[in-house]
């Protein structure tokens, strides 16, 4: 199920950042990168989500907002955000909605697939990539945030 050129699902959901995030709020102002991992803690996450970190600044310069998305709670988040120096808002979607509204929850696994969508400022999804397995990170954040600069 592509959801290219389609209005993203919209959701809210609790944040690490103490707050809850609605996706259409940054509607007219921001574009948003949602990315979907895992699980908090897992060698895999434990690269990119950093790596997405410290890029925060460019993306935020080329008129973006990361937000990492999956099943753990919002104090699992604060505990791994805070022991990798993570500083993007982490959303805890525990019962893995949001993931089946993009079609990337893996329901046996109570999970969801490594995935990467760019949502425009119109709240279209201009950008979809889902990993092969989610033991795989072969799409960078720079590749993500050329893709943010071409909207």
């Known amino acids: 199920m592509s959801l290219l050129g389609q209005p993203a699902p919209d959701f809210t959901l609790p944040s690490s950042a103490g707050d809850s995030v609605t996706l ?10 949602l990315v979907f991992y895992p699980l ?6 434990s690269m990119q989500l950093p790596e997405y970190s410290g890029r925060q600044d460019d993306f935020g310069d080329a008129g973006a907002v990361v937000l990492g998305v999956n099943r753990d709670s919002v104090w ?6 805070a022991e990798y120096g993570i ?3 982490l959303l ?3 019962n893995l909605k949001v993931a089946r509204d993009y ?16 949502i425009d400022t119109a709240g279209v999804v201009r950008f979809e990539y889902v990993e092969a397995k989610t033991g795989d990170y072969t799409l960078r954040p720079e590749q993500v945030l050329a893709t943010v600069k071409g909207l």
Do not use: L, N, T
Request: hydrophobic share 45%; net charge neutral.
């Open 76 to 81: 699992a988040h604060k505990a791994w955000a």
């Open 87 to 89: 500083e993007v808002p």
């Open 92 to 94: 805890a979607d525990m």
């Open 103 to 118: 079609g990337v929850a893996i329901d046996e696994r109570g999970i969801s697939q490594r995935a990467v969508f760019v």
């Open 24 to 33: 259409s709020s940054y509607r007219g102002q921001k574009a948003v990168v």
């Open 40 to 45: 908090d803690f897992s060698p895999v996450c």
